[in-house]
């Protein structure tokens, strides 16, 4: 006879089998065992017995030891059934012993046996079948079966971490096109996870090294080295998209991200896997911070041996900035390449901008291709290169009514009236450094555009870095004039 009378969870169940494409067969991990079916992996008590295993499989391992050990005993046969010799002998006995004050907490007044644990396998006997059936169908949600590639050892060498429920480390791997193209979890809520706790550990050990708490100065105890835009920028040394895709890489881990048929590799792809992958273990070890924070070192390797670099502009942060405040969007990056067959290859790297409407006969969509070493490098070098094509057609910055004309007396209040006349949409900033022979050197940052000066005070110094970045800024607007230069290059000099 045919079954009608489906419930609506099977009906669900089968419209999801029916949509299920079938699994790709180059594919790294192997197929999840569906819907508690006895197939996949036959898994023995002795195989599980050494993995590492979630409560309920202990308990399963526990049950079985317990019937064992009935068996050693002789209340059991050797196929778990009750062995009657035994408990017709243990009654003689009880009869004869008047001084017993207390039967065996065992046996029940009928004179039937039940086990202390593992009464739902029980029937007469221990039914090992069921069992069997029972740890088979837990053991297949949790654990991967092992296959020809088998990543799961793999990646437990690689983060230093054993998963208990291995199907969350390949959840971690997973795109949501993948996801819904085969019928499987994707790791979008993981990626939550991964973010946020990546940026705890990064900052805890920040804190670690920066920072410290006197106790005598009760109005602020708390006293950090740097900033909280300096601790932002060093920060996001570690968690940026370009630093977790080079780590996925350099760990071998990108190769075992499962795309959607139509998907295209990408660092993205690879920064969105580094931090679900931390998510699936805080999930994995119930938020033990000294496994995720081991984990996370791991990972991204945490080594803040010279934040001070990191506080330096890149030309990559410089022209994202000045293309997102002008356009609204992000210039686009694609890199590709950087094999390594007997041979190293280069990365390469494109990048599409957009620049200013002009006069001066300059495309407004322009395109640059450069090759380095590394991923990191070829889009340095890629917004490196974009930055000094858009200064040099003196489109960087719009000072054509600005009036201004550079003074080396006044450079300072100047760049102030281009920031208050809205000019500029970031006030100058100056860093010192003292010199041999009572000199001192400034540095000035503004709108994109660094200068620096030296002299025998402070304030010199500082009018003329101020000055150099002026004549830098018209020369970026192509609004300067040679004498201006010559003026420049003179004061730099003297």
């Keep these: 006879m045919f079954k009608t009378d489906f419930t609506a969870d099977e009906c669900r169940l089968a419209k999801g089998r029916k949509r299920r494409k079938a699994w790709p067969a180059d594919c790294p991990w192997p197929e999840p065992v569906w819907d508690g079916t006895h197939g996949g992996?036959?898994?023995?008590?002795?195989?599980?017995?050494?993995?590492?295993?979630?409560e309920e499989a202990e308990e399963l391992l526990e049950i079985r030891e317990y019937m064992d050990s009935l068996v050693e005993e002789g209340r059991l046969n050797e196929d778990y059934s009750l062995n009657e010799d035994y408990f017709s002998?243990?009654?003689?006995?009880?009869?004869?012993?008047?001084?017993?004050?207390?039967?065996?907490?065992?046996?029940?007044?009928d004179g039937l046996f039940e086990p202390e644990i593992g009464i739902d396998y029980w029937e007469e006997g221990f039914d090992l079948e069921s069992w069997e059936y029972a740890l088979e169908d837990h053991m297949n949600c949790i654990k991967i079966p092992a296959s020809s590639h088998d990543p799961v050892p793999v990646i437990r060498d690689v983060i230093g971490y054993e998963f208990i429920n291995e199907n969350l480390m390949r959840q971690a791997f997973t795109r949501r096109a993948f996801g819904l193209e085969y019928g499987v979890g994707d790791s979008e809520e993981l990626e939550f996870?991964?973010?946020?706790?990546?940026?705890?550990?990064?900052?805890?050990?920040?804190?670690?090294?920066?920072?410290?708490?006197?106790?005598?100065?009760?109005q602020a105890p708390f006293r950090s080295r740097y900033t909280e835009g300096e601790m932002t920028k060093i920060r996001s040394r570690f968690v940026s998209k370009e630093h977790l895709a080079a780590r996925a890489a350099e760990l071998g881990l990108d190769k075992y991200i499962l795309y959607g048929t139509r998907e295209a590799k990408s660092d993205s792809a690879a920064e969105d896997m580094m931090e679900a992958l931390l998510g699936a273990v805080a999930v994995d070890c119930g938020w033990?911070?000294?496994?995720?924070?081991?984990?996370?070192?791991?990972?991204?390797?945490?080594?803040?041996?010279?934040?001070?670099?990191?506080?330096?502009?890149s030309f990559y942060d410089l022209f994202n900035a000045w293309h997102q405040r002008h356009f609204g969007r992000m210039p686009e990056y694609e890199v590709y390449g950087g094999e390594r067959t007997g041979k190293w290859h280069p990365f390469y790297c494109t990048i599409r901008f957009s620049v200013p409407e002009n006069d001066k006969g300059v495309w407004t969509w322009q395109r640059i291709d450069v090759d380095e070493e590394t991923r990191g490098k070829a889009r340095e070098y890629a917004a490196r290169r974009a930055y000094y094509f858009v200064m040099d057609k003196g489109l960087?910055?719009?000072?054509?009514?600005?009036?201004?004309?550079?003074?080396?007396?006044?450079?300072?209040?100047?760049?102030?009236?281009?920031?208050?006349?809205?000019?500029?949409?970031?006030?100058?900033?100056?860093?010192?450094?003292?010199?041999?022979?009572?000199?001192?050197?400034?540095?000035?940052?503004?709108?994109?555009?660094?200068?620096?000066?030296?002299?025998?005070?402070?304030?010199?110094?500082?009018?003329?870095?101020?000055?150099?970045v002026?004549?830098?800024?018209?020369?970026?607007?192509?609004?300067?004039?040679?004498?201006?230069?010559d003026e420049m290059y003179r004061t730099v000099l003297s």
């Design 41 to 54: 992996m036959q898994w023995s008590a002795d195989d599980v017995d050494i993995m590492t295993l979630d």
């Design 89 to 109: 002998d243990f009654n003689d006995i009880s009869d004869n012993d008047e001084d017993d004050e207390e039967d065996d907490p065992e046996e029940e007044e």
């Design 193 to 218: 996870l991964g973010d946020s706790i990546l940026n705890m550990v990064v900052t805890r050990e920040m804190v670690r090294q920066f920072s410290d708490v006197i106790t005598i100065k009760p």
């Design 288 to 313: 033990d911070w000294q496994v995720l924070e081991t984990v996370a070192d791991r990972l991204v390797c945490i080594q803040i041996t010279a934040p001070d670099e990191y506080l330096k502009t």
């Design 396 to 468: 960087w910055i719009n000072l054509a009514d600005a009036g201004i004309v550079p003074s080396l007396e006044n450079s300072i209040n100047q760049l102030q009236e281009l920031y208050q006349k809205k000019y500029l949409e970031d006030k100058a900033e100056y860093d010192f450094e003292e010199l041999p022979q009572d000199r001192w050197r400034c540095n000035c940052t503004c709108g994109g555009v660094n200068g620096y000066g030296d002299a025998g005070s402070k304030t010199g110094a500082k009018k003329k870095a101020s000055y150099m």
């Design 470 to 485: 002026l004549v830098r800024m018209l020369s970026a607007a192509g609004i300067c004039k040679k004498e201006w230069k």
